[in-house]
């Protein structure tokens, strides 16, 4: 793994596969989460799922977490080797005709979407973890908890404003990570490119929106 990771080139392979990976767990964490807006007992049992399967809790999430972890120092660690490899800055600075402001600025939202993880883990997991193994905090095998734990948590509007703000910044950085993801694994064909360019901009943008939606949907709907 050092040596994979001793190139640059090795390093974006391996920062392409761990964001392939947390692109695959962005559809499925939305499609349970979606279940909370269709059906209460749907993302109750989903939830007992997620959270009490062996499978997901000591093979899944370990891996996920190293995932997230992993994507995110190798991007800060890509980061600062391109700074010092281009030490000086350029006398006039012509780089927005040539990219984003997104592309220029991904270790920016970065930063900011890790923030944000830091928040969705005290919501969500450690709430979890304590309600599972610290006594006296209830039943942890009552199945019917989950639907009413995630719709209290958006019932204040700090909450949410900051959940979607977080989600519109997710959106941004996918605009480009998606793309460059394929492309760091040498997924450039004039046939098969823009095609991955059009899936990544639907996929940046129905993502966070369908997790703004669920946000909203609780908020509003609060009785």
């Known amino acids: 793994m050092a040596g994979f990771t001793g190139s640059t080139i090795g390093r974006k392979y391996a920062m392409a596969l761990s964001a392939m990976f947390l692109l695959i767990f962005l559809v499925m964490h939305l499609s349970v989460n979606m279940l909370s807006v269709f059906s209460e007992n749907a993302f109750n049992g989903a939830s007992y799922f997620m959270g009490y399967n062996p499978a997901v809790q000591f093979l899944m999430q370990p891996i996920l977490v190293f995932a997230v972890m992993f994507h995110f120092i190798m991007g800060f660690v890509l980061e600062i080797k391109n700074n010092k490899a281009r030490p000086v800055k350029y006398a006039v600075n012509g780089s927005a005709a040539n990219s984003t402001w997104m592309s220029r600025n991904m270790i920016i939202s970065g930063a900011v979407i890790l923030a944000f993880l830091g928040l969705h883990m005290y919501d969500f997991w450690l709430h979890e973890m304590n309600?599972?193994?610290?006594p006296g905090n209830g039943d942890p095998n009552d199945m019917t908890r989950f639907w009413g734990e995630l719709h209290h948590k958006f019932s204040?509007?700090?909450?949410?404003?900051?959940?979607?703000?977080?989600?519109?910044?997710?959106?941004?950085?996918?605009?480009?990570?998606?793309?460059?993801?394929?492309?760091?694994?040498?997924?450039?064909?004039?046939?098969?490119?823009?095609?991955?360019?059009?899936?990544?901009?639907?996929?940046?943008?129905?993502?966070?929106?369908?997790?703004?939606?669920?946000?909203?949907?609780?908020?509003?709907?609060?009785?």
């Not at 309600?131 to 610290?134: A, D, L, Q, R, S």
């Open 156 to 223: 204040e509007l700090w909450r949410v404003v900051l959940y979607v703000i977080s989600f519109i910044l997710l959106g941004l950085h996918l605009a480009h990570g998606f793309q460059s993801s394929f492309q760091s694994i040498g997924a450039r064909h004039p046939k098969y490119t823009p095609m991955i360019k059009t899936l990544g901009k639907w996929y940046s943008i129905l993502i966070p929106a369908g997790f703004i939606f669920i946000a909203l949907y609780h908020f509003l709907t609060q009785s």
């Open 131 to 134: 309600y599972k193994y610290v």
